[in-house]
């Protein structure tokens, strides 16, 4: 069992960063692909990026390429995006994801295998 813990979230003005972490317990991720997803108000889930822990490979949904960063760090077992530019459209409650298994495809929600609660993320125009 592998328990994600979301942090960072908050309220800033269009154009502004924020940096979310994730949290990771429970077992080694070597094996794991760990991925954000974000969900806006009246819209289904849509996944953001993700990162192959082994590796490092990132691949970011085309929404967000150019400006949402996500890496990792090992010895602290947590991811982070690192969102620059940020658009009111940008708006959501965004959720750590990880799968038991190492891709470089885009995810969709019900392949996830560990879910964060999530951390409201929004952007003021």
Known sequence: QVQ???SGGGLVQAGGSLRLSCAASG???SSYTMGWFRQAPGKEREFV???RWTGGVTYYADSVKGRFTISRDNAKNTVYLQMNSLKPEDTAVYYCAAVRY???Q???AGDIHYWGKGTLVTVSS
């Open 49 to 51: 990026g993700a990162i």
């Open 27 to 29: 077992r080694t991720l």
């Open 106 to 108: 885009p995810m969709g």
């Open 102 to 104: 190492a891709t470089t």
């Open 4 to 6: 994600l813990v979301e």
